[in-house]
């Protein structure tokens, strides 16, 4: 099974910075994609960010120019630098990693998702 742990997020004023980590542990073979989603209150669940195993990334055009992914391949961890945060940032931010993980049968693909981490944006 694979992990994903995530840190970082909180209460900022507008135009303010965080910055979010997303830690993967388990029986990894080999890391496919990482990425960021976020929830508003009312709203579906939309891609913010993402990194594939060659390191392109892609990001929504609501946070281009703001927020960057970034991966310390070495840790398994993947980041969301969020500059100039706006009030409609508001939201749980949910870590995505689709990992190829060593199984008792074999290697296997495997979406795995994080539990969340709630971004305010409020003065």
């Known amino acids: 099974q694979v992990q994903l742990v995530e840190s970082g997020g909180g209460l900022v004023q507008p135009g303010g910075s965080l910055r979010l980590s997303c830690a993967a542990s388990g029986n990894i073979f080999s890391i496919n994609a990482m990425g960021w989603y976020r929830q508003a209150p009312g709203k579906e669940r939309e891609l913010v960010a993402d990194?594939?195993?060659?390191?392109?990334?892609n990001s929504a055009n609501s946070v281009k120019g703001r927020f960057t992914i970034s991966r310390d391949n070495a840790k398994n961890t993947v980041f969301l630098q969020m500059n100039s945060l706006k009030p409609e940032d508001t939201a749980v931010y949910y870590c995505n990693g689709q990992f190829t993980v060593v199984t008792t049968v074999g290697l296997r693909e495997r979406d795995v998702w994080g539990q969340g981490t709630l971004v305010t944006v409020s003065s």
């Open positions: 990194i594939t195993r060659g390191g392109t990334t």
